[in-house]
């Protein structure tokens, strides 16, 4: 059984994406007012989670989706995102060289 079939699982995350909304709201408009985009791991993580609890809390508002379509859709929309995208694309690349041996 996975993440995504225990309703249990399900309801707690949906409720944690859910109540962290407002702070994830005043982080992303800090950001996006002081003109900053992620560099690095720790930050790119923390941009990521906050688009994709932004995306979730647009969607539950939007539209009529199950817990699980939610999360798969946002998920969708995250890995969209040019920032989100070229930063897993650096990553490939990265772990690609090294294990090539490519300094």
């Given amino acids: ?36 985009t992620p560099s690095g791991d720790i930050p ?14 647009q969607q539950s508002i939007n539209y009529d989706l199950t817990i699980e379509e939610n999360l798969k859709m946002s998920y969708q929309r995250l890995l969209n995102n040019p920032i989100i995208n070229n930063y897993l694309a650096s990553k490939v690349t990265q772990t690609i060289d090294n294990a090539a041996g490519v300094q």
Avoid: A, K, P
Wanted: charged fraction near 15%; aromatic fraction near 14%; hydrophobic fraction near 40%.
């Fill in 1 to 36: 059984m996975g993440i995504l079939q225990d309703e249990e699982l399900l309801e707690g995350i949906d409720s944690l994406l859910l109540s962290s909304y407002i702070s994830v709201d005043t982080i992303q408009s800090r950001l996006h007012h002081l003109g900053l």
């Fill in 44 to 57: 790119t993580i923390i941009y990521g989670w906050g688009l994709f609890t932004y995306f979730y809390n």
